[in-house]
């Protein structure tokens, strides 16, 4: 099959192929966020340890880093309509075992088990589905469509928090991670459902005589030879070292520090969810008015100072108000960041750059989530947020001094 060649112009709102993409990616992430609430409380309700909802984040995390290095070949070498599917499957057996194993015990071994494989596949498809937007909506309409995909997923995200705090508190989180497996399936129709030309890539032929593993490394080579996407690879990777975990030490002060029940957990993501949804139909508007560096760098020093609130706010309303704040500012931040990569990337590596990134941006994260839930453990949620917060202005900071600071790298 040929690729689509045409240019993606006109509005984003007729293109039915973005459509049907669109909102089979909302129903996704709804159940996503059914699982962000319930696998916690499941390891919080079994074991009454901040520190293994710590590990399990970090164990997770490091299946995702590891499937990365591969995940970026894997995207510009095969269909990406059919990896789409395939890790939708994949994932739908996957959260589908816990509920069913979970009927004849408590097997906490499971988790360790079903989420990092869980986690690995879900890289791919996250690499994937980067590579696949850009052909989707077009370069030119690449940060409207992000937009309008995270928006919409942050809206189902604050329904599904709150469902699925309602649903773990009466028929436990299991009946949560359920309705999730389901969710993937939606997911997969959805991608079927569009064209398969829209997806495909013109292959570029490889160097004669390049080994295997200069492959593996194309993308990395890509990243660090641009210097705004070099320099934003390494301060994200030191921002999602102190923010992994970050739900995490969320939760446990709502149910440890403030004694709320599993539904109040729900609804307070859920509100934060609002964040998000806020922060993604405003970026392209944002982005077109101050540019990329002054937008980047301004939500990252709002997200340091919204951190800080969090150990200082001593409410559910006022934990719920900064996190939708928290939230909004990163929705800007990654979309900016997201958005400029599938923009300078020839879309024959637009997988091997996004998989790099992503490897190198989580490394650290997983170290950082247990790291957080043991301090958490030990020194209480409060010293947490507050050394979080700091290291997040500092890093803001560090990229006022660096080529981040321009406002419209994308032309250089």
């Given at each position: 099959?040929?690729?689509?060649?045409?240019?993606?112009?006109?509005?984003?709102?007729?293109?039915?192929?973005?459509?049907?993409?669109?909102?089979?990616?909302?129903?996704?992430?709804?159940?996503?966020?059914?699982?962000?609430?319930?696998?916690?409380?499941?390891?919080?309700?079994?074991?009454?340890?901040?520190?293994?909802?710590?590990?399990?984040?970090?164990?997770?995390?490091?299946?995702?880093?590891?499937a990365g290095v591969f995940?970026?070949?894997?995207?510009?070498?095969?269909?990406?309509?059919?990896?789409?599917?395939?890790?939708?499957?994949?994932?739908?057996?996957?959260?589908?075992?816990?509920?069913?194993?979970?009927?004849?015990?408590?097997?906490?071994?499971?988790?360790?088990?079903?989420?990092?494989?869980?986690?690995?596949?879900?890289?791919?498809?996250?690499?994937?589905?980067?590579?696949?937007?850009?052909?989707?909506?077009?370069?030119?309409?690449?940060?409207?469509?992000?937009?309008?995909?995270?928006?919409?997923?942050?809206?189902?995200?604050?329904?599904?928090?709150?469902?699925?705090?309602?649903?773990?508190?009466?028929?436990?989180?299991?009946?949560?991670?359920?309705?999730?497996?389901?969710?993937?399936?939606?997911?997969?129709?959805?991608?079927?459902?569009?064209?398969?030309?829209?997806?495909?890539?013109?292959?570029?032929?490889?160097?004669?005589?390049?080994?295997?593993?200069?492959?593996?490394?194309?993308?990395?080579?890509?990243?660090?030879?641009?210097?705004?996407?070099?320099?934003?690879?390494?301060?994200?990777?030191?921002?999602?070292?102190?923010?992994?975990?970050?739900?995490?030490?969320?939760?446990?002060?709502?149910?440890?520090?403030?004694?709320?029940?599993?539904?109040?957990?729900?609804?307070?993501?859920?509100?934060?969810?609002?964040?998000?949804?806020?922060?993604?139909?405003?970026?392209?508007?944002?982005?077109?008015?101050?540019?990329?560096?002054?937008?980047?760098?301004?939500?990252?020093?709002?997200?340091?100072?919204?951190?800080?609130?969090?150990?200082?706010?001593?409410?559910?309303?006022?934990?719920?108000?900064?996190?939708?704040?928290?939230?909004?500012?990163?929705?800007?931040?990654?979309?900016?960041?997201?958005?400029?990569?599938?923009?300078?990337?020839?879309?024959?590596?637009?997988?091997?750059?996004?998989?790099?990134?992503?490897?190198?941006?989580f490394s650290l994260g997983?170290?950082?989530?247990?790291?957080?839930?043991?301090?958490?453990?030990?020194?209480?949620?409060?010293?947490?947020?507050?050394?979080?917060?700091?290291?997040?202005?500092?890093?803001?900071?560090?990229?006022?001094?660096?080529?981040?600071?321009?406002?419209?790298?994308?032309?250089?």
């Open positions: 099959m040929k690729a689509d060649t045409r240019p993606a112009t006109g509005s984003l709102w007729r293109d039915r192929d973005f459509l049907v993409f669109w909102c089979a990616q909302t129903l996704s992430v709804a159940g996503d966020s059914f699982a962000l609430i319930a696998v916690p409380l499941l390891v919080l309700n079994v074991t009454g340890s901040v520190a293994q909802m710590g590990l399990l984040t970090g164990v997770s995390g490091a299946a995702s880093v590891a995940a970026g070949v894997l995207a510009d070498r095969f269909d990406r309509r059919r990896l789409l599917v395939a890790c939708d499957v994949i994932r739908l057996v996957l959260y589908a075992t816990i509920p069913v194993v979970w009927v004849f015990g408590q097997h906490v071994w499971l988790l360790y088990a079903v989420l990092p494989m869980a986690a690995a596949v879900g890289m791919l498809f996250q690499v994937t589905y980067v590579a696949a937007v850009r052909g989707l909506a077009g370069e030119t309409r690449v940060t409207e469509a992000n937009g309008m995909l995270y928006a919409t997923a942050a809206a189902a995200g604050i329904l599904g928090p709150s469902l699925a705090g309602v649903v773990s508190g009466h028929l436990g989180p299991t009946a949560a991670i359920a309705l999730n497996a389901a969710s993937f399936g939606l997911s997969a129709v959805g991608v079927l459902l569009t064209r398969a030309s829209r997806y495909v890539v013109e292959p570029v032929e490889p160097t004669p005589g390049r080994r295997p593993w200069r492959e593996l490394l194309a993308g990395a080579e890509f990243l660090f030879r641009h210097p705004v996407l070099r320099t934003l690879t390494i301060l994200l990777s030191f921002f999602i070292f102190m923010t992994l975990g970050l739900t995490d030490i969320v939760i446990y002060r709502l149910k440890h520090d403030l004694g709320q029940p599993d539904s109040v957990v729900g609804v307070v993501l859920g509100v934060g969810a609002a964040g998000t949804m806020v922060g993604s139909m405003l970026v392209a508007r944002m982005r077109r008015m101050l540019g990329f560096g002054p937008l980047w760098i301004g939500a990252q020093v709002v997200s340091g100072l919204a951190i800080l609130g969090l150990g200082l706010a001593g409410s559910v309303w006022g934990v719920a108000a900064i996190m939708a704040l928290y939230l909004a500012c990163v929705s800007l931040a990654g979309i900016c960041s997201m958005s400029l990569r599938q923009q300078v990337t020839p879309a024959h590596l637009l997988g091997r750059v996004t998989s790099a990134f992503w490897t190198i941006h997983p170290v950082g989530a247990a790291a957080l839930g043991w301090a958490a453990a030990r020194h209480g949620a409060t010293a947490v947020f507050i050394f979080a917060g700091a290291s997040c202005l500092l890093l803001a900071l560090v990229a006022l001094a660096t080529p981040v600071r321009q406002r419209h790298p994308e032309r250089a």
